[in-house]
């Protein structure tokens, strides 16, 4: 059984957590957005007693692409926006789908580093936007649901392990779930990062894409994926180095990749040899219940325990309100 238990570093700058009364914004950052959803959403943040602003052009649709939810420019501008304005606490994406490659180098990243921390929430497209998050601003963020998502607005333990996230994350340091067993065994600390597979794989060779997740508790899932298509993304990760150094794997959901033996064929036959330890099916990601997983943050990842235990609530402590 691989054991890693060299300390991981400090993790990133940790934004406050929530209290009611703070300010989150809906932004669209990847496809078209259902209306129908979002309200729904919309109204499971307000029912915590947040205050819940829609950016102006979240249910825009791209003139020509329909697979986007308004243009690129307009997309960066909401998340600019709202990222910028100081009554803004938190900033939650509405779906995913496919678009933030195109928006992301839109965004200005020297203003957003000049402004405090505040909690960023989104998965599966929206990891492009994490991994900018991480690599431009030093800021830890939170791989969780959507706002406009299914899993978010029909699935009562979703919200509530994002909500229990967002305003007492010391309760929510330790994860696991049900499904959560040794791919390989072993124990091994790292700081948080990943997302989803094949938007990880698209971020190599960009200009701002770490070199490798040295150092990382990799958390990886994805969804319509066939085996020899997770395959061919795995052995670019391993090819490119993106591998290189990684302390130790979470494995997350894998909707619609067919036969789940089979994945588990292909992610043993392609992470095994690293000699890591390798934890399968720890919940989170694009299954109809799903934690949310903090990235940026320093952790201890026990395989054969079948759990991912943060050394550090997800966010922190806010500073007193000054008069």
């Known amino acids: 059984m691989a054991q890693h238990p060299t ?13 009611p009364g703070d300010h989150i914004t809906v932004v669209a950052t990847s496809g078209p957005i259902d ?18 602003t829609v950016a102006p052009h979240v249910l825009d649709t791209h003139p020509t692409l329909g697979y986007l939810a308004g243009t690129d420019a307009d ?25 933030v490659h195109r928006m992301v180098d839109l965004l200005d990243w020297t203003a ?5 921390p505040k909690a960023f929430i989104g998965f599966s497209d929206v990891s492009s936007l994490h991994e900018a998050f991480a690599q431009r601003l030093g800021l830890a963020t939170l791989y969780g649901p959507l706002a406009a998502g299914a899993a978010f607005v029909d699935d009562g333990p979703t919200a509530e392990h994002l909500r229990r996230t967002l305003f007492d994350p010391a309760a929510t340091t330790v994860l696991t779930s049900p499904t959560a067993t040794p791919l390989v065994g072993g ?64 494995l997350g959901s894998w909707e619609g990749c067919g036969r789940p033996d089979r994945v588990r064929q292909v992610m043993l036959d392609r992470l095994g040899p690293l000699g890591i330890p390798v934890l399968w099916e720890l919940g989170f990601g694009h299954c109809p219940s799903s934690l949310t997983v903090p990235l940026g943050v320093p952790a201890l990842l026990d395989a ?11 966010l922190a402590t806010p500073a007193p309100a000054t008069r």
């Not at 209306?35 to 819940?52: D, F, K, M, N």
């Not at 960066?76 to 678009?99: C, F, K, N």
């Not at 054969?304 to 997800?314: E, I, N, Q």
């Open 112 to 116: 957003m580093a000049a402004v405090p």
């Open 7 to 19: 300390p991981p570093g400090p993790g990133l700058t940790r934004p406050p957590h929530l209290r």
């Open 75 to 99: 997309r960066a501008a909401d998340l600019q926006a709202a990222w910028l304005d100081p009554t803004v606490d938190a900033v939650i994406s509405a779906r995913g789908g496919y678009g």
């Open 187 to 250: 124990r091994a600390r790292g700081v948080t990062a990943g997302g989803c597979v094949h938007v990880l794989a698209a971020e190599r060779g960009t200009p701002a894409a770490r070199p490798s997740f040295a150092g990382s508790i990799l958390v990886l899932e994805d969804v319509n994926e066939h085996p020899y298509q997770l395959d061919r993304l795995l052995t670019q990760f391993l090819r490119s180095g993106a591998l290189d150094g990684v302390a130790g794997i979470a």
């Open 304 to 314: 054969d325990a079948g759990t991912l235990t943060l050394d550090l609530p997800a």
């Open 35 to 52: 209306p129908v959803r979002l309200t729904a959403g919309c109204e499971i943040l307000r029912s915590w007693g947040l205050r819940v």
